[in-house]
């Protein structure tokens, strides 16, 4: 039975690791989207007027910075449901 909770947790666990790596990938994606068109916009705003696009770069900056804070520094509720659990169960035990 040991061997059957070992090998759920660790499934588990590669789960979790597999949705992390997919948010970290996505914020990886989102932040080389923001640095090429950001780039391209910058380029057409100073040939054309002169005026750079601080506003863009501000706002869709302040959403990568999100983005980047949910991607590694997510906190994963079910993980943590289930430490919970196995430290209520290794209690309960003890009694």
Known sequence: MNT???SANQNNYDEFLMKAARRRV???THAFVYLIVNTFISALCLF???K???ELWLSWGLGLAVHGIVAYFSFDARKATE???EKLLKEKKMD
Request: charged share 20%; net charge negative; proline share 7%.
């Open 48 to 50: 054309s007027d002169g």
């Open 26 to 28: 996505g914020f990886q």
């Open 4 to 6: 059957n909770m070992t």
């Open 52 to 54: 750079l696009p601080i």
């Open 83 to 85: 430490r919970e659990y």
